[in-house]
């Protein structure tokens, strides 16, 4: 079966070797001239730069077993036990987040009442509608919680405000749990069970890695691999202009195809011509992604982690930051510390500033809150800018994925991937794409 895939971001790039395993016959579109969407890794000056997504966290999944597949295993570069610190901005100062039972009750993030108010919990009634991410934790766990934890949670995983998203879309597990359990703590514990009695039941295999992973080169190693893997089914800088039905197929850019994969963004469909693909609407959020590089005794700020992360109640121009050289080796020359700022999402609406002013924002909340020496100055800086950076997953997204699946359903040659389908991550965008072939291939077999 030739099949076209139209997109190479790494759904389209896994969705085109899926097919490509199966011993069919993908075609992988490409507007732009290297693969990997949002993935991209730079190397400059002696600095590693991530634009995109800048680490993966282990989990046993279909991309780890992908990167088996590829030889790209043995690669992983691990994150450093540093990695494991993660902050938020509490008074213009980075408070350790919590990450467990008595951290948590000794935390200075949340007031006495607010951490009295969690033991509650199991005892608030669930609620079967759909509601904002904000109302749900509000509801469940306190609103203290909300402004000092999930805010700047759901702005560093979404670049989104909690507030417009629906947790039903973007946190389905958690109301799962509440459905299952009628808490979080009662559903958790179940789930907990069930996962303790399913390994019990399984052989036992070698203890399996856990935290967060990336390579020297940057995760733009994984799309590289792929291409490499897909060599000449991948077309590069081959925008897709035109889609139309032709007979039992499609024609893309005017080439017969018996089946289609799309991982185009939402926001792309309807500049396709022969208005093929559905009516959608999925909201993007802006982002700013600004790399600044310090020496190293100019810094005397806590820097010993992942990041911090900026809630919202804090009233600051950046969203949060990662503390890049900590969390991976060889990402900055010695005796230099390179930090990722995180500046737009939904947060902040309205155009992005210019690159001056991002570079004058990001080097100006960078310097206050890691206590960098007056005068010091960064020793490298770099601006990218992603009009489209995330799907925001608010009220409606449910629908729309229901539509998608019964749009599938009579279009049995066409399947959507995507990382507004299964989640926004890496792992999930990935699992989108083998998904989505494994769902065309099954229908057409």
């Not at 919990?121 to 509601?131: I, L, M």
């Not at 909300?146 to 879309?169: C, H, K, N, W, Y």
């Not at 109640?313 to 080796?329: D, K």
């Not at 020496?373 to 994925?401: E, K, L, M, N």
């Amino acid at each position: 079966m030739n099949v076209a895939v139209l997109g190479a971001g790494i759904s389209g790039l896994a969705a085109g070797w899926r097919l490509q395993q199966l011993g069919h016959a993908p075609t992988v579109y490409e507007a732009d001239g290297e693969p990997g969407g949002k993935i991209r890794s730079r190397r400059m000056d002696g600095y590693l730069l991530e634009l995109g997504p800048n680490a993966i966290q282990r989990s046993g999944d279909s991309l780890e077993r992908a990167l088996d597949a590829l030889g790209l295993a043995p690669a992983c570069l691990d994150a450093t036990p540093a990695g494991k610190n993660r902050f938020i901005c509490l008074d213009g100062q980075p408070e350790p987040l919590p990450m467990g039972p008595l951290a948590l009750f000794r935390t200075r993030l949340l007031s006495g009442k607010a951490k009295w108010r969690l033991l509650r919990e199991p005892f608030v009634a669930p609620n079967p509608d759909d509601e904002s991410v904000a109302a749900f934790f509000s509801r469940r766990l306190g609103p203290e919680v909300v402004t000092r934890m999930i805010d700047p949670f759901v702005s560093g995983v979404f670049a989104g405000d909690p507030e417009q998203l629906s947790v039903s879309a973007a946190f389905p597990a958690l109301k799962a749990l509440e459905r299952e359990g009628g808490s979080l703590f009662r559903g958790g514990l179940k789930a907990w069970r069930r996962k303790r009695k399913s390994a019990a039941r399984q052989p036992r295999d070698e203890p399996r890695k856990r935290g967060m992973f990336s390579f020297r080169e940057g995760l733009q190693e994984i799309p590289a691999a792929l291409a490499r893997a897909l060599g000449e089914s991948l077309r590069l800088n081959t925008p897709v202009a035109n889609l139309t039905p032709a007979g039992d197929g499609w024609q893309v850019n005017g080439e017969p195809y018996e089946a289609l994969v799309s991982t185009l963004p939402v926001t792309d469909w309807s500049a396709i011509n022969g208005g093929a693909f559905p009516a959608a609407q999925v909201d993007y959020a802006k982002m700013a992604v600004v790399h600044l590089a310090y020496p190293a005794e100019a810094v005397s700020g806590r820097t010993d982690g992942f990041g911090m992360l900026i809630p919202s109640v804090e009233q600051r121009a950046i969203l949060g930051l990662l503390y890049s050289s900590s969390l991976f080796e060889g990402r900055a020359p010695e005796g230099q510390q390179l930090f990722t700022i995180f500046i737009g999402g939904q947060r902040h609406t309205g155009p992005l500033p210019g690159t001056d002013n991002l570079l004058r924002i990001a080097a100006g909340e960078t310097e206050d809150l890691l206590q960098i020496a007056a005068g010091a100055g960064p020793a490298f800086s770099h601006v990218h800018i992603w009009q489209r950076a995330i799907p925001q997953y608010g009220f409606g997204h449910t629908d729309f994925i229901r539509g998608l699946e019964e749009f599938e359903r009579g279009h049995l040659n066409w399947a959507f991937a995507g990382n507004y389908r299964q989640g926004i991550s890496v792992a999930a965008a990935f699992e989108s794409g083998l998904a989505a072939a494994d769902r065309l291939a099954g229908r057409l077999e």
